[in-house]
């Protein structure tokens, strides 16, 4: 279990986290979703004791400790979004190392090593130095190094960045796995689908603050006044989004590639003013579907702005 | 036991980078061939009773080992680009066993490095480091500690840019005032400035050592050198535990 209670912290005039009290539970799988710059990993930096808090605190009741005490250290495992190993190792070498500094030795270590290296299918390429591994197999490496003294508690930083979805598939199979385990495990992202796809528990975090904070089922039942209509296009090609926007009841308009997505308010019944401005704009259309909400539209309602923005 | 993990881990770290060991052995050897070489008619003229390669095989020796505190300086500089300082800050690891384990493992590896030069200048190039070559490498190791822990105790307590602009200025000011430039003339102020070198002292130590076993020098040589390097690693443990 962790307990955070009224954390602060600044760099300079920037406020990275503002007085942000929140309690992860043991055993969960815990997901910290929001936009780059919202403050997630200073959020995590202090709770793993990386920097110190302007005012608040975190504490580990479950680990007998506060915050960063050598037992709290050992039993809390940390994946940095930013690969942390070094390039002149091979897989092995940079896995037995981290693992040393945890007191692991002798036969136990050779074990968790060789567990950490098949846990994350670097097994084959345990002697390949990390600098010729591709993007996916770094990350995987990251998690490995992570890992690998076994611990209670483990924070993922955005840990499917960048990567091949085989590799990412990989990485989101193992999560679920190490929460079966019986591991606490924060993981933050900016992928909502991730978020929906492992989190059962989720805190929205915006400029430094948590804005929403339940299951699933609880943020989305936040947003059950709004809907959303997508508009699959036949070729991609300029909208006026702006003349969307002046449409009563619509509260955001975005173009992914082929897909204009607009949110509206429930009730309001603008669906024909909607088709009224595709035909305005001469915009060809292949498909029209509303979808439910998701995670992203709660974050859309909350903000204003979406998940990648 | 962690201390140990981390000397090894830093001598394994030094071993991978083997085109730089190699730049480090090499680069060495041809400067004491070329100052050798260039100056050797000079030195004939003035009538010294050694040549300019002894010369310059104990100066621009002393002037590499020094440079050693950048190569230390680099090392830290460079686990902390790589997040790897992360992980060691994450670990339950004191912050003063990464300090010493750092520098031990750094100044084991320049140590050997350094021995490994002395015996390459003595044999290829035909350098007389004297009739005893215990106390030559004793000061060049002495040197080397007093390198590495400035250039580890920089690194720890400065940004790199900090860090590298300090060295930077103070690796050629300590070095010229050693003599490793040129010689020092015999009287007059930089004569007497110079001592507050201790490049000065290993050097005539070292010149006193390679002509006729003379160990005058050799005690305040490797005191200055010691005694500079404990101060340096102590204020930065120092500084260290107050952080933490």
Not at chain 1, 211 to 221: D, N, P, V, Y
Not at chain 1, 264 to 290: A, F, H, M, Y
Request: proline fraction near 3%; hydrophobic fraction near 45%; glycine fraction near 8%.
């Amino acid at each position: 279990m962790i307990e955070m209670n009224n954390l602060t912290k600044s760099f300079g005039s920037t406020v990275a986290v503002n007085n942000i009290s929140l309690t992860i539970p043991a055993g969960s799988l815990f997901g910290l979703l929001g936009p780059n710059g919202a403050g997630k990993t200073t959020l995590i930096n202090l709770i793993t004791g990386l920097v110190s808090p302007d005012s608040g605190t975190v504490r580990f009741p479950g680990l007998n400790g506060k915050k960063a005490t050598r037992e709290v250290k050992s039993k809390l495992g940390l994946v940095p979004q930013d690969q942390a190993f070094y390039l002149n190792y091979s897989a092995g070498e940079n896995i037995t190392f981290f693992a040393g500094l945890y007191g692991l030795k002798g036969k136990v270590l050779k074990e968790a090593v060789e567990r950490a290296l098949e846990f994350t299918g670097l097994t084959d390429t345990g002697k390949k130095r990390a600098k010729d591994f591709s993007g996916g197999m770094k990350r995987r490496l990251n998690i490995a190094c992570g890992i690998v003294h076994n611990p209670d508690i483990i924070i993922l930083d955005e840990p499917t960045v960048g990567i091949d979805p085989q590799s990412r598939n990989h990485i989101l199979r193992s999560v679920e796995k190490l929460q079966k385990e019986g591991r606490t495990i924060i993981y933050t992202t900016h992928y909502m689908e991730e978020a929906e796809a492992l989190c059962s528990d989720i805190a929205i975090l915006d400029k430094g603050k948590i804005i929403a904070r339940g299951t699933q089922e609880e943020l989305k039942l936040m947003i059950q006044d709004h809907y959303r209509v997508i508009f699959t296009l036949k070729r991609p090609e300029k909208v006026d989004l702006q003349a969307f926007k002046k449409i009563p009841g619509v509260r955001h308009v975005e173009l992914e590639d082929l897909f204009l997505k607009v949110t509206s308010e429930v009730g309001i019944g603008n669906l024909n003013q909607l088709t009224e401005e595709v035909n305005r704009q001469q915009i060809l259309v292949t498909d029209i579907k509303s979808d439910s909400p998701s995670l992203e539209t709660v974050f859309l309602n909350l903000t204003g702005r979406s998940l990648r923005d | 036991m962690k201390l140990w993990l981390i000397i090894r881990h830093q001598i394994r770290l030094f071993s991978k980078t083997l085109n730089i060991l190699v730049l480090l052995i090499a680069a060495p050897l041809f400067l004491i061939f070329t100052f050798g070489q260039a100056f050797s008619a000079i030195w004939d003229k003035g009538g010294f009773d050694f040549r300019a390669l002894d010369y310059f095989g104990i100066t621009l020796l002393t002037l590499v080992v020094f440079n050693g505190a950048q190569i230390a300086s680099w090392g830290i500089h460079k686990e902390k680009k790589s997040n790897t300082e992360t992980r060691l800050s994450l670990a339950p690891i004191k912050k003063d066993t990464v300090l010493f384990g750092t520098f031990l493992g750094t100044w084991i590896i320049l140590s050997l490095l350094t021995f490994l030069l002395v015996f390459l200048a003595h044999f290829i190039l035909s350098v007389d480091y004297g009739p005893s070559i215990g106390p030559v490498l004793l000061l060049l190791a002495a040197e080397t500690l007093l390198a590495v822990s400035l250039g580890v105790s920089l690194a720890f307590l400065l940004q790199e840019k900090a860090a590298n602009a300090l060295l930077q200025s103070l690796i050629p000011l300590i070095c010229f005032l050693g003599g490793c430039y040129a010689m020092i003339p015999e009287s007059g102020v930089l004569h007497s400035v110079s001592f507050i070198s201790p490049l000065r002292w290993v050097n005539l130590a070292l010149m006193a050592s390679a002509r006729g076993g003379d160990n005058r020098y050799l005690l305040p040589a490797l005191l200055f050198c010691a005694g500079l390097s404990a101060l340096f690693l102590a204020l930065t443990g120092i500084r260290l535990r107050r952080h933490s």
